[in-house]
């Protein structure tokens, strides 16, 4: 008899999950990327410790009611560095996407909208750098300036304009010879004005959900940037800094690497999963 209830119950709850406006896992990502970006905006609404000063007296200790998720080795508050370093670690990645996008629709447009000789040039440009992977790319882009932090998001940035060039390219020749561009060719349009009002709006349709998906890998390249010390150095509370200094500790104090790599996990997982829901509604409303 008890199990009625429950029973009767679960029709119940999948209408209600079926009724939310996004399916459950991209609402749990957009949530989880509001509550980053108000950790950057606002770290201080979080937590209220120091991220940068620590008590050796308190090192390396375990989770519990002082220290929410620990201490690291110079008794630093974990969960403080954490919050704090959203803020390096989010903006890195916007940087570094900004510079991809930016260098990829230049370049894929010039080679989509260029004469024949100059599509050639760039794209065969784009092809030999997309050959590289494009962490081995970052690492030259930084081995030539210098490590910090500016270099780390320009070095990422520079090392996915391939694939950002090469998807607005290929997405620029469609829709060039698409049939509401060819009449208005036939109806005498200006070039330019051809490009500016078609080819160029519908282009940019697709940046939003490239920028999505790219601003999660560039926050995965840039800590593994940081954790190699190319990146910002210690004591800034960037998440890849924070794997690098766990690495004497992890051993007697699990916590000082778990949540940094847990933090950057879900950041990359949130990302992903919201560029690809609005990739597959872009898509869908084409068809």
Request: hydrophobic residues 50%; positive net charge; charged residues 15%.
């Amino acid at each position: 008899m008890a199990a009625e209830p429950l029973i009767e119950a679960r029709p119940a709850v999948r209408r209600r999950v079926a009724a939310l406006p996004l399916p459950v896992p991209v609402l749990l990502s957009a949530l989880f990327i509001v509550l980053l970006a108000a950790a950057v905006a606002a770290p201080g609404w979080f937590a209220d410790a120091d991220p940068g000063v620590g008590r050796i007296t308190e090192s390396l200790r375990p989770p519990g009611a002082g220290h929410l998720l620990g201490t690291d080795m110079l008794g630093r508050d974990v969960y403080a560095r954490m919050v704090h370093g959203a803020r390096y670690s989010l903006l890195i990645g916007l940087g570094a996407m900004a510079i991809s996008v930016a260098g990829g629709l230049v370049l894929g447009l010039l080679a989509a909208l260029s004469g024949r000789w100059v599509d050639e040039a760039v794209t065969r440009v784009l092809d030999t750098l997309a050959a590289f992977p494009s962490v081995l790319l970052a690492l030259l882009v930084v081995a030539v300036t210098e490590p910090g932090t500016v270099n780390v998001a320009v070095a990422v940035g520079v090392a996915t304009i391939p694939r950002f060039g090469r998807v607005v390219r290929g997405e620029a020749l469609v829709i060039r010879t698409a049939d509401y561009v060819r009449h208005a060719v036939v109806y005498g349009r200006r070039r330019w004005r051809i490009v500016s009002r078609h080819i160029v709006p519908n282009v940019l349709r697709i940046i939003p959900v490239l920028a999505t998906l790219d601003i999660g890998l560039s926050i995965m390249s840039s800590s593994g940037l940081s954790f190699l010390g190319l990146g910002p150095s210690s004591p800034t509370p960037e998440w890849g800094v924070m794997l690098a200094e766990s690495r004497d500790t992890l051993q007697v104090a699990w916590w000082t690497g778990v949540f940094p790599g847990l933090a950057l996990t879900l950041s990359v997982i949130a990302f992903t999963t919201v560029g690809r829901y609005t990739q597959r509604r872009i898509q869908g409303g084409r068809r």
